[in-house]
């Protein structure tokens, strides 16, 4: 399979369309892509060149040849990668803690988008780094990475719809009131700061699921889910709950216990953009939240 093809037949839920509301509607073509593909890569219905306008019918087959990835800028840094899940659109990485998914000003090198340009790079491919989601420096678990743009697009669309599930572990302080609950607060910049977050009326919207899954004598072990992707989100909800994380000490927690906020991103469930194939990933609790958990939660 070329992955530069994307293959499709027209329904007859489909006919009548023209291949530019089918190809921007069900396959997730978005206008930009669009305008690269009409003059870096060809539209084929029926093997035959076409344009947008052109309308469709039951059976008919099109072809989207994507245009040629471009190489990243950033430098390749070898580094080793813990890898899950590859293919021609996606990769998924384990980042453990401590690691940076990408340069900032404070880190502008030896993060994890150098170290995937040079494990691409190493297999002589040119892509740029597109993470789909994002983990703080000290966050662990599973990072989902896009390996070209039309998958980035679709990723990012079912992210917004709520289609592409993450869900975290935590441990946090003290013992939630419910056994499980929603969190809808509204997430802003703190004034005066520029990493802060706090929970502000003319904030971004943000809903967070939690579910206690075991108590300790003064800690608790959470799932959380993500409905809403803002920085610091479950920080910043479980904070503003009475109960930072263990080790969080931006927003109340204390390290005492762990030097980092005990949060990792524990599962990934998705339906493939390409295949239509529902995906569902894994990762087991690294090392120092695993002995967190148990000696603080006694979860056997």
């Not at 994002?134 to 998958?151: C, E, I, M, Y």
């Not at 969190?183 to 990493?195: D, E, M, N, Q």
Request: aromatic residues 4%.
């Amino acid at each position: 399979m070329n992955e530069r093809l994307l293959h499709f037949q027209v329904t007859e839920e489909e006919a009548g369309l023209t291949l530019r509301d089918l190809l921007r509607g069900k396959y997730g073509v978005s206008r930009r892509l669009l305008n690269r593909v009409k003059n870096d890569g060809a539209i084929l219905l029926n093997g035959v060149p076409e344009r947008v306008h052109r309308l469709v019918q039951a059976g008919d087959v099109v072809e989207v040849w994507l245009p040629a990835e471009q190489a990243e800028t950033l430098a390749p840094q070898p580094m080793p990668l813990a890898i899950r899940y590859e293919d021609d659109d996606l990769l998924l990485l384990a980042k453990p803690a401590g690691v940076v998914v990408h340069p900032t000003r404070t880190h502008p090198d030896r993060t994890l988008a150098n170290g995937v340009v040079a494990y691409w790079q190493a297999k002589g491919e040119l892509r740029r780094f597109r993470p789909v989601n994002r983990l703080d420096k000290d966050t662990s678990g599973l990072l989902l990475v896009a390996k070209n743009q039309w998958a980035h697009e679709c990723l990012s669309r079912m992210q917004r719809r709520q289609l592409l599930k993450r869900t975290y572990w935590a441990v946090v302080h003290g013992l939630p009131r419910h056994d499980e609950g929603e969190i809808a607060a509204p997430i802003g910049l703190k004034p005066g700061s520029i990493i802060e977050r706090e929970v502000r009326a003319d904030g971004q919207p943000a809903v967070t699921r939690y579910r206690v899954l075991a108590r300790g004598a003064e800690v608790s072990l959470l799932e959380l889910q993500l409905l809403t992707g803002r920085t610091h989100q479950i920080r910043v909800h479980m904070s503003y709950l009475g109960h930072p994380l263990v080790g969080d000490d931006l927003y109340g927690g204390q390290r005492s216990l762990l030097g980092r906020q005990a949060l990792h991103a524990a599962k990934v469930e998705l339906v493939h953009p390409r295949t239509g194939k529902l995906l569902q990933f894994s990762e087991p609790l690294p090392t120092d939240m695993a002995e967190l958990v148990k000696t603080c939660v006694n979860i056997r």
